[in-house]
């Protein structure tokens, strides 16, 4: 049973990689999407933690400060994250997405949906009830 789950999740994450490539190529922007995947982890944590500082990010990968340092002046350099001084402490800043970071949140997203609909294409109104509540079950458990 697991060898057949393991060949659907192959089969699916090639499409979802097919997926992204499409809205690549539709973004017309490759520099949007010339990000490692370190890079998509720490704009995804910038957009989750809403104004977070180094240290933040330190805690949440577990990882050194000259770490995260190096990895958010790459994005800053590459005008996806700014930083602003905190008017508390001189010595922090906070770390938010600029347009051209928001706008890669978003064209993901959108491809996200686009995956789900070409997935969800064949299946009834039903059918992606239960599938809806599968996935549920299954995240919440990983």
Request: charged share 25%.
């Amino acid at each position: 049973m697991e060898e057949l789950i393991v060949r659907y999740i192959s089969i699916l994450s090639d499409a979802m990689r097919q997926s992204m490539q499409k809205y690549k190529e539709e973004a017309g922007n490759s520099e949007l999407f010339s990000l490692t995947i370190t890079q998509w982890h720490y704009i995804h944590a910038i957009n989750e933690l809403t104004g977070p500082t180094l240290t933040d990010l330190v805690a949440r990968f577990r990882v050194q400060k000259s770490t995260v340092t190096a990895a958010v002046n790459r994005l800053v350099d590459r005008k996806f994250v700014y930083k602003l001084q905190s008017e508390q402490d001189l010595r922090v800043y906070h770390l938010y997405l600029t347009d051209q970071g928001k706008k890669l949140l978003e064209i993901e997203n959108q491809s996200y949906y686009y995956f789900a609909k070409q997935m969800t294409a064949c299946l009834t109104d039903f059918e992606k009830q239960v599938l809806t509540q599968l996935l549920n079950k299954v995240s919440q458990k990983i």
